[in-house]
């Protein structure tokens, strides 16, 4: 079954960029879907379709899916940014694949 | 506005049953793929089954497959999840969500989430 990578952490200060990636064997050939989970709270879809924003998603968010690494990009981070992240891929027409999540943390 | 708000969760012994409801509003719900994705306490999401917008087309998760039985009543607006022989390992706050397209399954992204129901299975 098709396995996707995501680094633990991610830590970055106020207004910094932060990048969480997402490793999966030729990912580009997928549609990626990235996900914020703040705590208590049920998963928001931040970017569908490896770069779309939803509406009323901020500029902020980006993402990009190359090669064997899909990307997500929050440029001007802010406190409230923190949450878990998670990518999202559907193996076929049947399986859906999360990868483990990554903690962003604001210094 | 769309709301999905899920209900039947509760502690249960291992080796008994649930089953869970998901009241959909403010959508076409019988022209959406729908989905159950679970989170065990401090772990991260796991999806769990799929059901097409018309019933026809099921999956699941290896670890629930004959166990767990996703279901909808287009009438009702409603999806289900029947979960027969619980295990400690099923211990979750169970999700549903709606996909991003309607009339497909196997491309999108979950759209929209219930605010969860948890479940506990424990002697």
Redesign the interface.
């Known amino acids: 079954s098709y396995v996707l990578t995501q680094p633990p952490s991610v830590s970055v200060a106020p207004g910094k960029t932060a990048r969480i990636t997402c490793g999966g064997n030729n990912i580009e050939s997928k549609?990626v879907?990235w996900?914020q989970?703040k705590p208590g709270q049920?998963?928001?879809?931040v970017i569908?379709?490896d770069s779309d924003r939803?509406s009323g998603i901020p500029e902020r968010f980006s993402g990009s899916n190359s090669g064997n690494t899909a990307t997500l990009t929050i440029s001007g981070v802010e406190a409230g940014d923190e949450a878990?992240f998670?990518c999202?891929v559907?193996d076929?027409?049947?399986?859906?694949?999360?990868?483990?999540?990554t903690k962003l943390t604001v210094l | 506005q769309v709301q999905l708000v899920e209900s039947g969760g509760g502690v249960v012994q291992p080796g008994r049953s649930l089953r869970l409801s998901c009241a959909a509003s403010g959508f076409t719900f019988s022209n959406y793929a729908m989905?159950w994705?679970r989170q065990a306490p401090g772990k991260?999401?796991?999806?769990v089954a799929?059901i097409s917008y018309d019933g026809s087309?099921k999956?699941y998760v290896d670890s629930v497959k004959g166990r767990f039985t996703i279901s909808r009543d287009n009438s009702k607006n409603t999806l289900y999840l029947q979960m027969n022989s619980l295990r400690t390992e099923d211990t979750a706050v169970y999700?549903c969500a709606r996909d991003?397209t309607p009339m497909v399954?196997?491309?999108?992204?979950?759209?929209y989430?219930?605010?969860?129901t948890l479940v506990t299975v424990s002697s």
């Open positions: 549609s879907h996900y989970q049920a998963p928001v879809v569908y379709y939803p878990d998670y999202q559907w076929s027409t049947s399986d859906v694949v999360f990868g483990g999540g | 989905y994705v991260g999401l796991e999806w799929l087309d999956n999700y991003t399954h196997g491309l999108g992204a979950f759209a989430w219930g605010q969860g």
